[in-house]
Nanobody, 123 residues
Framework: QVQLVESGGGLVQAGGSLRLSCAAS????????MGWFRQAPGKEREFVAR????????YYADFSKGRFTISRDNARNTVYLQMDSLNPEDTAVYFC????????????????WGQGTQVTVSA
């Protein structure tokens, strides 16, 4: 079992930045690839970014490319999402999750999920 807890969300003005953290307990994260997803009200959960087990490879959704940066610190059992140049369309609950599926961006292929952290971007 892996327990994931996201933090770092909040209210920010358009153009601002936030850094989300995803802390794990119960098992080391170093054997998992990790992903960040988000879900806005009335919308399906969507892929944001992922990182492989070592941190050497990352992949981003088109909307997050160039603005968001995913990273990990396996010694701290934590994954991060640095979000810059935020706009109101980024408003959503952000979730981190684990997967053993190489290269996955599909919600159903992620196993353990955190409870999410709310990000609200005002115009």
């Amino acid at each position: 079992q892996v327990q994931l807890v996201e933090s770092g969300g909040g209210l920010v003005q358009a153009g601002g930045s936030l850094r989300l953290s995803c802390a794990a307990s119960g098992r080391t994260l170093s054997t998992y690839a990790m992903g960040w997803f988000r879900q806005a009200p009335g919308k399906e959960r969507e892929f944001v970014a992922r990182i492989n087990w070592s941190g050497a490879r990352t992949y981003y959704a088109d909307f997050s490319k160039g603005r968001f940066t995913i990273s990990r610190d396996n010694a701290r059992n934590t994954v991060y999402l640095q979000m810059d140049s935020l706009n109101p369309e980024d408003t959503a609950v952000y979730f981190c999750a684990t997967t053993r599926v190489t290269g996955s961006t599909v919600v159903a292929e992620y196993d353990y999920w955190g409870q999410g952290t709310q990000v609200t971007v005002s115009a």
